[in-house]
Antibody, heavy 123, light 107 residues
Framework: QVQLVQSGAEVKKPGASVKVSCKASGYTFTSFAIHWVRQAPGQRLEWLGWINAGNGNTKYSQKFQGRLTVTRDTSASTAYMELSSLRSEDTAVYHC????????????????WGQGTMVTVSS | DIQMTQSPSTLSASVGDRVTITCRASQSVSSWLAWYQQKPGKAPKLLIYKASSLESGVPSRFSGSGSGTEFTLTISSLQPDDFATYYCQQYSSYSNTFGQGTKLEIK
C-alpha cells in the first residue's frame, strides 16, 4: 500500500542539527512532491517546505530559510529534512506528507502522511 | 502569510448530532481550502479538498462548503470514530497555513 515511513525519535542539544528521513513505497516516488509539516506540543500544524521528488527543486517557508534543507535520494525513494541551529522552540513532531498539486500557482493538499518523528531539543 | 482562524476551539457533542465547524481566512483563498482529521498520536487525514470535494474513502456524512474567506465543515450524524481534532488548511499559494484546530469531544 501507499505509505511514508519516517525515521525514529531524536534528542538534540541547542545549536545542533537534526536530519529526518521519509521513505516512500507503493507509488512512483518521482511523480509527487514531498512536504514537511511540524506540530509543536499543543500547537497548530506548521508547514516547513517541500521538494519536487522528480527534479529536486525545493521551496521553503520564509521562517525556516537558511536553517532548513530538504533533499531526496531517488534510488532509495527517500526524502530528507535537515534543520540546523536547533532551539527549544523546534521541539515538535515532524511529519512528511505527499503533496497533491492543485493548479499552476496554487499549493498542495497532503493525502498521505508519515507517522511522525518526535524531535526534542533540550540541554 | 494568510491567517486561518477556526471556531469553536472545542465542541462538545453526542453521537448522532449534526455539527458544524467554521474556518475563516484573513484574505480570500478562493476555494483552495482543505479539512483534515487528526486523532491523538496519529498523522492528519485528508477529508475535504477544494472546499467541498470529498476525498476518496471518506464517509459521506462529512461535507464542506464555502469560498473566499469563510468555510464550514459539517458532520451530518456524528459517529464514535469522529471524535478528534479537525484542522483547516489554505493552499491558495505555495505557503500553506493551517487553522489552530477544533477539538470535537463527546458530551
Amino acid at each position: 500500500q501507499v505509505q511514508l515511513v519516517q525515521s525514529g525519535a531524536e534528542v538534540k542539544k541547542p545549536g545542533a542539527s537534526v536530519k529526518v528521513s521519509c521513505k516512500a513505497s507503493g507509488y512512483t516516488f518521482t511523480s509527487f512532491a514531498i512536504h514537511w509539516v511540524r506540530q509543536a506540543p499543543g500547537q497548530r500544524l506548521e508547514w516547513l517546505g517541500w521538494i519536487n521528488a522528480g527534479n529536486g527543486n525545493t521551496k521553503y517557508s520564509q521562517k525556516f530559510q537558511g536553517r532548513l534543507t530538504v533533499t531526496r535520494d531517488t534510488s532509495a525513494s527517500t526524502a530528507y529534512m535537515e534543520l540546523s541551529s536547533l532551539r527549544s522552540e523546534d521541539t515538535a513532531v515532524y511529519h512528511c506528507a505527499r503533496g497533491i498539486w492543485a493548479a499552476t500557482g496554487i499549493g498542495y493538499t497532503f493525502d498521505i502522511w508519515g507517522q511522525g518523528t518526535m524531535v526534542t531539543v533540550s540541554s | 502569510d494568510i491567517q486561518m482562524t477556526q471556531s469553536p476551539s472545542t465542541l462538545s457533542a453526542s453521537v448522532g448530532d449534526r455539527v458544524t465547524i467554521t474556518c475563516r481566512a484573513s484574505q480570500s483563498v478562493s476555494s483552495w481550502l482543505a479539512w483534515y482529521q487528526q486523532k491523538p498520536g496519529k498523522a492528519p487525514k485528508l477529508l475535504i479538498y477544494k472546499a467541498s470535494s470529498l476525498e476518496s474513502g471518506v464517509p459521506s456524512r462529512f461535507s464542506g462548503s464555502g469560498s473566499g474567506t469563510e468555510f464550514t465543515l459539517t458532520i451530518s450524524s456524528l459517529q464514535p470514530d469522529d471524535f478528534a481534532t479537525y484542522y483547516c488548511q489554505q493552499y491558495s499559494s505555495y505557503s500553506n497555513t493551517f487553522g489552530q484546530g477544533t477539538k470535537l469531544e463527546i458530551k
